[in-house]
């Protein structure tokens, strides 16, 4: 990862929205959310969260595809795994005790499950 690449994708979370939009959709892992329900959760109006999205997209943090009628917003968690490993690529100065800690606490907080998530069918809400 290059610098301007960690930069983009930090820049994109240092806004409290776009933070928040990212850690729903983690939250929401590996199925998702619509725009519109994403804007509905956080109330946020519809035009300013797509705008948010756009930056979040650009900034490859989030990937989007459509269903039907709705647009399905996906955090990429591969894309920030690799920002997380680039800020701490050089910790601890070959001294790996010292980011024993650090490292443990960025181990998934949930075991994974049988089969290939990104093949599942997404769930898609859409605003009625």
Known sequence: M??????LALAALAQST????????AKHEPDGLAAGEIARVLAVPQNTM??????????GLVSSRR????IVY????????NVALFLIKDCC??????CAPLIADLAPCCPP?????RDRKPVVRTLV
Not at 18 to 25: I, P
Not at 50 to 59: D, G, N, P, Q, V
Not at 74 to 81: I, P, S
């Open 113 to 117: 499950q049988k089969g290939n998530a």
């Open 18 to 25: 776009r933070l928040e939009v990212f850690r729903l959709l």
């Open 93 to 98: 100065g070959g001294r790996p005790e010292v």
């Open 74 to 81: 996906r955090a990429d968690l591969a894309r920030f795994q």
């Open 50 to 59: 797509s705008s948010h999205l756009a930056i979040l997209t650009r900034a």
């Open 2 to 7: 290059e610098n301007e690449d960690a930069i």
């Open 67 to 70: 269903a039907s009628r709705s």
